[in-house]
């Protein structure tokens, strides 16, 4: 902006007079008073619509759920283990019924190892889920427990074939080896274990 | 501007007056609006964060609970020795504060024994030397906080699957750990 000293007062004042500013207003910038209130408006407005959007990008970030996958896949570990831990008669674990059954061998005097183990994971599941076990006929979570390669046995199943949740993802345990034999592992819905 | 007959006679003027005046006052407006939801938003984030503080904290407590050496099996992980814990519940609440209490959120600790089935409900405090235990009884209240201190307060209810030895039997049987924590 050039200033406006000598004979260039006299061009501000004609260009002022030509944009229909008043005559004596010829000390400011080549715009009329109407113009700069437009601009002032439009600066306002560029400015609310920045501060708007820094809100909205601020406020619209998704929330961490890291710590929650922590939690329910802590859950899922600590519900083979403790499964496996338990008694399912004197002396004998379900562990060891696992064992049992990767061997093919017997214990706590079942004929059908495969429909003993069945019933007691099917159990502690009950117990441990409650009401949230079944819902309109299907199961959040899966728990198979795989015999080992070459071995005759059948991977044993509970809950759904094919886990599918409603709502969040699924969260698998780590699969616990069990004496060479099998593995067993459970999968779970994570909005089951919150 | 001072006229002849009164304080301004400029009609232009008065109208760009009041459209300025105008503007402004939607600027207000539009600025209270926006302070409006951004201190709502703010408050609300606020009680978000708190609340996963709480469930991190939770989470947290859980692996150190079953790592505890007053109330943990020696041989197992996860696991609890039921005679431990009844040793450690019958404690007082500044020993057990020490260990458990925090200092985000308060939280009440209970196991419940759920495998084998129970066949009567209540506390096992004092009844691991039935014969009948532990079918006998399902709940150890390990910390609980006062009912003063949590009263309005919504209680949200983290459950954590674990080993329980009953030292007794020489058994392993199935409970879970529900810490109830108060985040609001």
Redesign the interface.
């Known amino acids: 902006m050039k200033r406006k000293t000598g004979k260039n007062i006299e061009k501000w004042r004609l260009f002022n007079k030509a944009q229909g500013g008043r005559r004596d207003c010829c000390l400011g910038p080549p715009f009329t008073k109407a113009q700069g209130g437009e601009m002032i408006g439009l600066l306002v407005i560029v400015i609310l619509m920045v501060v708007i959007f820094a809100v909205y990008i601020r406020f619209s970030s998704a929330p961490d759920s890291k710590g929650e996958e922590a939690r329910v896949s802590e859950a899922n570990n600590y519900l083979v283990s403790s499964m496996l831990n338990s008694n399912v008669c004197p002396g004998k674990s379900l562990e060891d019924a696992i064992k049992a059954w990767g061997n093919n061998d017997k214990v706590c005097q079942e004929g059908n190892m495969e429909q003993f183990i069945t019933q007691e994971a099917e159990t502690m599941l009950k117990a441990y889920f409650g009401a949230r076990y079944e819902k309109n006929g299907k199961h959040p979570f899966q728990l198979t427990i795989k015999p080992a390669e070459g071995s005759s046995n059948t991977e044993i199943t509970i809950g759904e074939k094919q886990l599918a949740c409603e709502t969040g993802g699924i969260m698998p345990s780590r699969a616990y080896s069990i004496g060479r034999v099998a593995s067993m592992q459970v999968k779970t819905c994570v909005s089951l274990q919150i | 501007m001072k006229g002849k007959k009164g304080f301004i006679h400029n009609k232009k003027g008065v109208i760009e007056m009041m459209e300025?005046f105008m503007?402004i006052f939607v600027?207000f407006i539009?600025m209270g609006i926006?302070m409006f939801?951004?201190f709502r938003?703010s408050v609300s984030?606020s009680k978000?964060v708190h609340r996963?503080v709480c469930?991190?904290q939770?989470?947290e407590l859980?692996?150190a609970i079953?790592k505890l050496t007053d109330i943990n099996c020696k041989d197992?992980?996860?696991?609890i020795d039921t005679a431990k814990l009844e040793a450690f519940a019958l404690k007082s609440p500044a020993e057990k504060s020490a260990v458990l209490e925090s200092t985000v959120c308060r939280k009440n600790i209970t196991i419940e024994q759920?495998?084998p089935?129970p066949d009567e409900k209540g506390s096992c405090v004092g009844k691991q030397a039935s014969p009948d235990f532990p079918k006998n009884c399902n709940t150890w209240q390990v910390f609980s906080v006062k009912a003063s201190d949590v009263k309005g307060k919504a209680g949200e209810a983290?459950?954590?699957?674990?080993?329980l030895y009953y030292p007794t039997k020489d058994?392993?049987?199935?409970?879970?750990m529900v810490i109830t924590v108060y985040t609001n």
């Open positions: 300025t503007i600027i539009l926006g939801f951004y938003a984030e978000d996963e469930l991190t939770t989470t859980i692996s079953a197992k992980h996860p696991c759920i495998y089935a983290i459950a954590i699957p674990i080993t058994e392993y049987g199935m409970g879970k």
